[in-house]
């Protein structure tokens, strides 16, 4: 695990003219960065949508001139080659409060205690 490395300038044309890749759970719809870029009247083209920061990150690897846009908790928990700079966003993007919900027969499981635990370590 790496931690975030030194951060560069990047302009606000530069970050919305490049392609980019969206990282979202869901196989459709609208990425949540669009939604606030298109709030203040910015669009970004998505070229390639995964549902993992890690495979989105070894795609940016090798597509020089593509974007990631990754929160800095989880970025700070993955490996970086040394080939990906990283750049403040150009524009300001909400905090978003996430939520982890869980069934209540899963309240005393240890496998999912450890789980819960360790997610709380990334997002805290």
């Keep these: 695990m790496s931690s975030v490395p030194n951060k560069k300038k990047l302009d606000l044309e530069r970050y919305v003219s490049s392609p980019h890749i969206g990282v979202s759970s869901r196989r ?5 960065e669009d939604i606030y870029l298109n709030r203040k009247d910015f669009s ?3 070229f390639l949508r995964c549902q993992h920061y890690s495979t989105a990150l070894q795609v940016l690897e090798r597509n020089s001139q593509t974007m990631l846009t990754i929160p800095k ?8 080659s040394s080939d990906i700079q990283v750049f403040d966003l150009p524009i ?4 978003l409060n996430m939520g982890i919900y869980w069934h209540v027969n899963l309240k005393e499981n240890l496998r999912h205690i450890f789980l819960r635990d360790e997610i709380s370590k990334i997002f805290a």
């Design 73 to 80: 908790q989880i970025l700070s928990q993955l490996s970086l």
């Design 92 to 95: 300001e993007l909400p905090n």
């Design 44 to 46: 970004r083209k998505v």
């Design 28 to 32: 459709t719809g609208v990425l949540l």
